[in-house]
């Protein structure tokens, strides 16, 4: 079983849909969970960070963390053809020194 | 202010040679972590530098080491190459150590290696 999983995508929605990506880790000391776009071609860029329980928004963007069944999701509402990239699930646990990244979901949103 | 950048940006070389990969933080970054993703193994760690010193590394053999000097710039080395390390190398600098959990860190374009 890998430390990090993500839907196996690919996934595809309509442009304007809310497109879901979800995640899932097994190292319970994991304190920190981001989420990175990673363009065809191009390195990741970081999207989203959330260190709590609970949701965070940032614009269209909203990721959402529940420390007990060890799951983050991130949605992305009104989707548009420029969220189309592949989307990194990441957790670190800084105590343990540990970065690991999910293999990614790779979105398209059709016009 | 100018981002991470990685030199070169694409390298060729034959099974059994060695190649070193060069990255430069952003200024006023002391961190650099460096990464390897394939279609294979997805995103991997490979090691964190920060103040010339490396603070964590991950599960990879012995013919991968780094260095980081006293500019932060930092160089990987591979040596011994084996069809397996063809990937795309990233570096990313964060201003302080932790790489991925400091929530500043950016990656660099990466280097492309392909071995025959």
């Known amino acids: 079983q890998k430390e990090v999983e993500q839907n196996s995508g690919p996934l595809s929605v309509p442009e304007g849909a809310i497109a879901s990506l979800n995640c899932t880790y097994s190292?319970?000391?994991?304190?920190?969970f981001f989420w990175y776009r990673q363009y065809s071609g191009k390195s990741p860029e970081l999207i989203m960070s959330?260190?709590?329980?609970g949701d965070k928004e940032d614009g269209r963007f909203t990721a959402q963390l529940n420390k007990a069944s060890q799951y983050v999701s991130l949605l992305i509402r009104d989707s548009q053809p420029s969220d189309s990239a592949t989307y990194l699930c990441?957790?670190?646990?800084?105590?343990?020194?540990?970065?690991?990244f999910g293999d990614g979901t790779t979105l398209t949103v059709k016009p | 202010k100018a981002g991470v950048t990685q030199t070169p940006r694409y390298l060729i070389k034959t099974r059994g040679q060695q190649v070193t990969l060069s990255c430069s933080p952003i200024?006023?970054?002391?961190?650099v972590s460096w990464y390897q993703q394939t279609p294979g193994q997805g995103l991997q760690f490979l090691f964190e530098?920060?103040?010339?010193?490396?603070?964590n590394k991950g599960n990879f053999p012995g013919r991968f080491s780094g260095r980081q000097f006293s500019n932060s710039r930092s160089e990987m080395n591979v040596s011994t190459l084996e069809l397996g390390d063809s990937a795309l190398y990233l570096c990313?600098?964060?201003?302080?150590?932790?790489?991925?959990?400091?929530?500043?860190?950016?990656f660099g374009p990466g280097t492309r290696l392909t071995v025959l």
């Open positions: 990313a600098s964060s201003q302080v150590p932790g790489g991925l959990g400091t929530d500043t860190q950016y």
């Open positions: 959330i260190y709590s329980n």
């Open positions: 530098y920060f103040s010339e010193t490396q603070r």
């Open positions: 190292d319970r000391g994991s304190q920190s």
């Open positions: 200024s006023g970054h002391r961190s």
């Open positions: 990441a957790v670190d646990n800084t105590n343990a020194g540990k970065s690991t």
